[in-house]
């Protein structure tokens, strides 16, 4: 089994930072990409920012700039630092991995719980 468990969410004003992380763990052999991605009420989910293994980033454009997305391969964990928040960033976050699992090695992929962030005065 597989886990992503997130955390860093909360109520932050207009400007603001808050910096997201999300640990996998279970039977992983590899992760090969790991992203975040956001749905806001009303909102289909979207993606925010990937980052493969090999730490190569894509971002949505309405966070680039503002938002950073990295990983550290020894803890299998990634992380959005966000800056500048604004109201419509406001949303539940999730992490997304795409993970080779040890048995079989078969390739997964697997979503995190979600972490809510609000970003209001």
């Known amino acids: 089994q597989v886990q992503l468990v997130e955390s860093g969410g909360g109520l932050v004003q207009p400007g603001g930072s808050l910096r997201l992380s999300c640990a996998a763990s279970g039977s992983i052999f590899s992760i090969t990409a790991m992203g975040w991605y956001r749905q806001a009420p009303g909102k289909e989910r979207e993606l925010v920012a990937l980052?493969?293994?090999?730490?190569?980033?894509n971002y949505a454009d309405s966070v680039k700039g503002r938002f950073t997305i990295s990983r550290d391969n020894a803890k299998n964990t990634v992380y959005l630092q966000m800056n500048s928040l604004k109201p419509e960033d406001t949303a539940v976050y999730y992490c997304?991995?795409?993970?080779?699992?040890?048995?079989?090695?078969?390739?997964?992929?697997?979503w995190g719980q979600g972490t809510q962030v609000t970003v209001s005065s």
């Open positions: 980052i493969t293994s090999g730490g190569s980033t």
């Open positions: 997304n991995a795409n993970i080779i699992v040890t048995t079989g090695l078969l390739l997964r992929n697997y």
